[in-house]
């Protein structure tokens, strides 16, 4: 069985295809970069509308199949930005009705753990997801992946990039500061945990208040790096303790972070508990873990009408029935 994922959630338009046995054919990604300021979401919809075609014919080329070799399309259905969604959905429920085959919509969260989980070998571990939009540490326990801990306010990954954006850094931000921190040494700077979650404003208006106060900007991020990273490994490492899991799986855009990774590799070392990164291509936002993701689920049994396919831009993680892993 061959199966065409679609990704539109945020930037990111993807097409990913992927066989029934976790072989991945393609991986095809066009990322909408804003020519200012953060995402516009009409904006982000026009450049997939414009995208989607290529990146198909791409996908196709890569894995050298023709569109009628492919049994199941599969796409992001949430969570997301409305006017993102529903391109990538229009486009798949047009490929299902054209090819006469099934359609399921994934979930973009649980995708990105179980794309992980293919490319990393674990099979149940606490995931620390940290993109621009999300910041999640998740676990599955009585058939839902559920949600530890979380950002009450932005994902990690937006505060890195307006952070930048305040500092005159160049868009994303998040490798800069990577970058620039390696030259830094530590300052005061606040550090906000709250039960099991996380808050990252107070700490980008403070960044933001010592920059324009005149602050050595390689201290700020190296600070923001320690005291935000910080905040997630204790996070993770209290998710662990809480669910004797073994194995800790890093994801996202933002788990590209070598300082990050450290962390919670050290974390791991002391907890005797096994640590994994999902390769770069596959931790940002992609087509391929939208395929695996709705292969898994179809082969559990799923099925889906046309007429349940509409976005759901809201959709939690614990919300979704995973019944592949029961
Ligand atoms: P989602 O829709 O899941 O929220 P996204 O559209 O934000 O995803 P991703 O590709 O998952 O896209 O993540 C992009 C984020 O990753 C940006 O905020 C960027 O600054 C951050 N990032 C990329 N590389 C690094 C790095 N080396 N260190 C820290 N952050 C990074
Ligand atoms: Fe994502």
Redesign the pocket.
Known sequence: MICLGIES????FGAGIVTDSGKILANIKDIYVPKKGGIHPREAAEHHTQACGTVLQDALTTAKIKLSDINLVTFSQGP?LPPCLRIGAVFARTLGLRLGIPIIGVN?CVAHIEIGNLTTGLSDPVTLYV????TQVIAFTEGRYRIFGETLDN?I??I??QFARAAGLPH????K??QLAQKGSYIILPYVVKGMDLSFGGILSEAVRKFVAGEKIENICYSLQENCFAMLTEVVERAVAHTDKTEVLLT???A??KRLQEMLRIMCAERGVKFAVVPAEFA??NGAMIAWTGLLAYKAGQRQTIANTQIRPKWRTDEVDVAWKV
Not at 131 to 134: C, E, F, I, L
Not at 172 to 175: I, R
């Open positions: 959630t945020a930037h990111t997301g973009h993109s621009g939009g999300n994902g990954g937006n890195l990039d994303p931000g998040g490798p500061i990577e996202g855009g933002v590209a972070n940002g936002d």
